[in-house]
């Protein structure tokens, strides 16, 4: 069974910064894109970024320039989110996913999410 779990949310003040972390467990044998998405309380889940296997990102334009998207060179089943100049409308639940993960019994799991890390952002 493949998870996703998230580390490093928390209550920072507006101008801040904070990194959060996901970790992909699960005898992987292949991860295709490990990306980040958000969800403020009466909205939609937005993507915030997301990283492929190729090392190519992808950014909403709400964060372009402030949060940055990396994984782990080491440990392959990590992602990071480098979120920098924060405001109070970066407020919400960050979410881990991942589109398709291959496991060692050749299995495939598709579209995991973790259970979400909070980010609050007071002015």
């Known amino acids: 069974q493949v998870q996703l779990v998230e580390s490093g949310g928390g209550l920072v003040q507006a101008g801040g910064s904070l990194r959060l972390s996901c970790v992909a467990s699960?005898?992987?044998?292949?991860?295709?894109?490990m990306g980040w998405y958000r969800q403020a309380p009466g909205e939609q889940r937005e993507l915030v970024a997301v990283?492929?296997?190729?090392?190519?990102?992808?950014y909403a334009d709400s964060v372009k320039g402030r949060f940055t998207i990396s994984g782990d060179n080491a440990a392959k089943n990590t992602v990071y989110l480098q979120m920098s100049s924060l405001k109070p409308e970066d407020t919400a639940v960050y979410y881990c996913?991942?589109?398709?993960?291959?496991?060692?019994?050749?299995?495939?799991?598709?579209?995991?999410w973790g259970r979400g890390t909070q980010v609050t952002v007071t002015s």
């Open positions: 996913n991942s589109d398709r993960v291959r496991v060692v019994s050749g299995y495939q799991a598709l579209d995991i």
């Open positions: 990283l492929n296997a190729a090392g190519s990102t992808n």
């Open positions: 699960g005898n992987i044998l292949y991860i295709n894109t």
